[in-house]
């Protein structure tokens, strides 16, 4: 069974900090890794991340997969209160039925105070 | 252009009801999913149709749960004689292709008194 888990599960900065949260993940045959930021209605997209070592970067936000590790980082740099939120990862797996699916870890709920 | 569109947001049923969820696509999409959140749970996958085809329904539980998706209209996701246990968010997304970018609607948030 795919197996996601993110860490740390929780944490609280001041504004301006920079945080790398953590996804590291197993699946049985990868094909795509997300992370998603979900406030209080749908979680909403962020990055697709299918090759290793590729950083992609939306403004102040920038994550990266390593596929030896198995596992990705998302790094919010001059953090502000606005990205207080559940950041969630999710890897789609590519075999069978399966490759529509999410399997997502548990969220990494960030709070950023001012 | 809208995005994916769940009715109802909020949903109350007494135990022994139907709940039926309702969901509509991105434009152009044609792939959707189900996914429920408990509290302090991650988002767990129930359901993956196409149009008029069920792709995927390992997450979804035996009995009391079903999920449809018309050539017209909406997709359901419905819940036959609820327990207070299926309280909890379910979430719609849609896709425009399987195993691409999912975006997600708002959710229902069902409660069961």
């Known amino acids: 069974e795919d197996k996601v888990v993110q860490s740390p599960l ?3 900065v001041h504004e301006g900090d920079t945080v790398t949260l953590n996804c590291s993940y ?3 045959n ?3 890794l997300l992370w998603y930021k979900q406030e209080k209605k749908a979680p909403t997209f962020l990055f697709m991340l299918t090759s290793s070592g590729i950083e992609k970067k939306s403004g102040r936000l920038s994550s990266i997969l390593d596929k030896k590790e198995l596992s990705s980082i998302l790094n919010i740099t001059a953090t ?3 990205d207080s939120a559940i950041y969630l990862c999710a890897v789609v797996n590519a075999g069978g039925t399966s490759y529509g699916k999410l399997t997502f870890g548990q969220g990494t709920i960030l709070t950023v105070h001012p | 252009n809208a995005g994916v569109m769940q009715n109802p947001r909020h949903l109350v049923r007494r135990r022994g009801q139907e709940a039926r969820l309702r969901c509509s696509p991105m434009k152009g999409h044609s792939h959707v999913y189900w996914y429920r959140q408990l509290p302090e749970e991650g988002l767990k996958f129930m359901v993956y149709l196409q149009k008029e085809n069920i792709i995927d329904e390992s997450g979804m539980p035996k009995e009391r ?3 449809e998706f018309p050539k017209e209209g909406p997709s359901i996701l419905r819940i036959q004689q609820v327990v207070r246990g299926d ?3 379910y979430f719609c997304a849609s896709s425009l292709t399987g195993g691409n970018i999912q975006y997600f609607g708002a959710g229902t948030r ?3 008194l």
């Open chain 2, 65 to 67: 749960f079903s999920a």
């Open chain 1, 10 to 12: 929780s944490l609280v």
């Open chain 1, 30 to 32: 990868f094909r795509s």
């Open chain 1, 26 to 28: 197993e699946v049985t």
């Open chain 2, 110 to 112: 069902l409660s069961v």
């Open chain 2, 87 to 89: 309280s909890a968010a």
């Open chain 1, 80 to 82: 502000q209160t606005g």
